[in-house]
C-alpha cells in the first residue's frame, strides 16, 4: 500500500518507564497503520496501553520514559505530495520539530476536557492561540475564525460564548471547546482519547456523531481510543484489540465483530449489553484480573486468564498470524476456537 494512502505507519513501538532504578516495559512491539480518512479504534481493557501508545506517538510521555521504535511515519499530504516525518527520529520531545506536528498536523482530544482547559483564560482565547502561535494570525482574524470553528460545531450562541469561562460550560460543551482546539489549525489526523467517557448518552451520541461528520465530509482521519465496544461498531473502519501492551488482533470492523480471531476479542464482545437482553440474563465477564505490567510473562500475556491455553502458549514469543489479508491475530489456536454469537 503506497504512503498517500497511509498517513501513519507505526512499526515495532515499545516505551518503558523507568521507576525507582527499574525499567517496566509498558509498550510491547507495536504495530498498526492509519489508512487517510478512515477511523481507526483501539480497544481493550482500562490499563491495557492505549493512551500510553498514543501519548508515545505524540511524546507526551514524560521524562521518565524510553520509547523506542523501528519507525514511527506521518505522511503529511501538500498540494498532492507526501512529506514524511518520521517521529521517533525527532529528538526533543518539546522542541521545534515536534511543535510544528502537534496541531496543524496531529492534534489530541483528551479524556476529561478540564484537564485540557485552563480554568482562567477565556474559552475563545484558549482556542484561539494555537492558530496565533502556528500562523501568526492577528488576534481579531482569529477570533473570527474561532466563531465559525464555534458554529461549525454546534456551540449555542458563540458571540457570547466565546469569552465565557470553561466552568460557565456544560460537560458536552466542554468536550465541543477542547474538540475546537484541536481543530482549529485544520489537522489531517485527529488522535481522541476516551472523549465521551464523562459524558452522558445523549451527549456522547452528538459528540460521537460530530467526529463521524468529520471524517465523512472533511476527509479526517482519526484514532479512537476506548473501551465501548459499542462506540467502535459505530465508528470504526479498523479496530486495533490491546491487552497488556501488546496488539493481540488487528483487522477490519467485520473481521473483528464477524470473524473474531482471538480468545481476548471474543471476550470482549461478550461483555458488551445488547437490546433485549433478558432480565435473568447476565452479561459475561472475562475471569481473573490483569497482571501487573511489571512482571514479566513468557509467552501470551493472557494466557492465564484465557480458557483455551495450553502448555505452548506459556512459552517463547507468540508471533502475529495473518488470517486474511490484513487480518492480524497474536495467538497459537486462533483457528480452533468457537467463534462469538
Excluded: W
Excluded at 523507568?18 to 516495559?25: A, F, I, L, Q
Excluded at 465541543?176 to 456522547?204: K, S
Excluded at 479512537?224 to 497488556?244: F, K, P, Q, R, S
Aim: proline share 6%; net charge negative.
Amino acid at each position: 500500500m503506497d504512503n498517500q494512502q497511509i498517513i501513519l505507519d507505526v512499526k515495532n513501538l515499545n516505551t518503558s518507564f523507568v521507576s525507582d532504578h527499574k525499567e517496566v516495559r509498558i509498550i510491547k512491539d507495536v504495530s498498526f497503520q492509519v489508512k487517510r480518512g478512515t477511523t481507526l479504534a483501539v480497544v481493550g481493557e482500562s490499563g491495557c496501553g492505549k493512551s500510553v501508545t498514543m501519548n508515545s506517538i505524540m511524546r507526551f510521555t514524560g521524562s521518565n520514559a524510553r520509547v523506542q521504535a523501528e519507525n514511527i511515519q506521518y505522511n503529511a499530504l501538500q498540494d498532492e505530495k507526501i512529506i514524511e516525518h518520521h517521529l521517533e527520529r525527532i529528538k526533543k520531545p518539546n522542541g521545534p520539530e515536534m511543535r510544528a506536528l502537534r496541531g496543524p498536523e496531529i492534534s489530541m482530544v483528551f479524556q476529561d476536557p478540564m484537564s485540557s482547559l485552563n480554568p482562567v483564560y477565556k474559552v475563545g482565547d484558549q482556542v484561539a492561540e494555537g492558530l496565533i502561535q502556528h500562523t501568526g494570525m492577528r488576534k481579531k482574524e482569529a477570533r473570527k475564525k474561532v466563531l465559525e470553528m464555534f458554529c461549525k460545531l454546534g456551540i449555542p450562541d458563540p458571540e457570547e460564548r466565546i469569552d465565557s469561562y470553561p466552568h460557565q460550560f456544560s460537560g458536552g460543551m466542554k468536550q465541543r471547546v477542547v474538540i475546537a482546539i484541536a481543530l482549529i489549525c485544520d489537522p489531517e489526523l485527529i488522535i481522541c482519547d476516551e472523549p465521551t467517557t464523562a459524558l452522558d448518552v445523549t451527549i456522547q451520541a452528538q459528540i460521537m456523531e460530530l467526529l463521524k461528520g468529520l471524517q465523512i465530509n472533511e476527509g479526517k482521519s482519526i484514532i479512537l481510543i476506548t473501551h465501548n465496544m459499542g462506540l467502535v461498531a459505530e465508528m470504526a473502519d479498523e479496530v486495533c484489540v490491546m491487552y497488556m501492551g501488546r496488539v493481540m488482533e488487528f483487522g477490519t470492523l467485520e473481521d473483528i465483530f464477524d470473524r473474531t480471531a482471538h480468545p481476548y476479542t471474543q471476550a470482549l464482545l461478550k461483555s458488551v449489553p445488547v437490546l433485549g437482553l433478558a432480565d435473568d440474563q447476565r452479561l459475561e465477564t472475562i475471569p481473573g484480573s490483569t497482571p501487573n505490567p511489571a512482571d514479566l510473562i513468557e509467552g501470551c500475556e493472557f494466557a492465564g486468564r484465557c480458557p483455551y491455553t495450553q502448555k505452548s502458549c506459556r512459552k517463547g514469543k507468540i508471533p502475529a498470524f495473518e488470517v486474511s489479508p490484513g487480518h492480524r491475530v497474536r495467538c497459537l489456536k486462533y483457528d480452533t476456537f468457537p467463534e462469538v454469537d
